[in-house]
């Protein structure tokens, strides 16, 4: 469903952090970046070197340590679980998680982006592109926020299409 390389290469061109190289072990699968001849394993490690280095601590929580290692759970599961999607119900299952977290949330931490917004971004957006209309519409929360976090300037690429959302039901008797 997501491709870790391209994720981490959109995080960096977003914050603006040029000169960024990133691969991904062929054997572990694990994202290595390379800047300024310095060395960063993980994709958690490497999305917050990058936040740092573009001077954004707000994406990783600022100073409040509660919000620092609710971005550290929500990075650990776009790893565990979104990048481990490898079938139609694994993906599924994702998609009805976020959608059911989301209910009550305009993002992930509250009423702000952070790092797990864009990389949970980047890492469903294909999947959610994906989907028809009407199975978009099951995952209304999910779909807002997708919505939300892809119209902030910078999040997509020049070249990337945004994914289309319809505002208002398709069908009677959708609940949220």
């Keep these: 469903m997501a491709d870790i390389k391209q994720d981490l290469k959109a995080l960096a061109r977003f914050l603006d952090v040029k000169g960024v190289k990133v691969n991904v072990n062929s054997e572990t699968k694990v994202p290595v970046l390379t800047l300024n001849g310095m060395t960063v394993t993980g994709l958690s490690s490497v999305a917050n070197y990058l936040a ?12 409040d340590a509660a919000e620092r290692a609710a ?5 650990e599961y776009r790893v565990t679980e979104i ?10 299952t994702v998609l009805k998680e976020l959608n059911s977290y989301l209910e009550t949330r305009t993002f992930f931490l509250g009423e702000r982006v952070t790092l797990p917004d864009l990389l949970i971004m980047y890492g469903v957006r294909s999947a959610v592109s994906l989907l028809t209309f009407q ?42």
């Design 135 to 176: 199975e978009k519409e099951k995952f209304m929360h999910l779909s807002r926020w997708c919505d939300n976090v892809q119209s902030i300037e910078g999040v997509l690429q020049k070249q990337q299409t945004p994914v289309f959302f319809v505002k208002n039901p398709l069908y009677a008797g959708v609940q949220s």
């Design 71 to 75: 971005v550290s759970q929500w990075l």
């Design 83 to 92: 990048d481990r999607c490898h079938s139609e119900k694994d993906v599924s």
């Design 52 to 63: 740092k280095t573009a001077g954004r601590r707000d994406l990783i929580g600022g100073n």
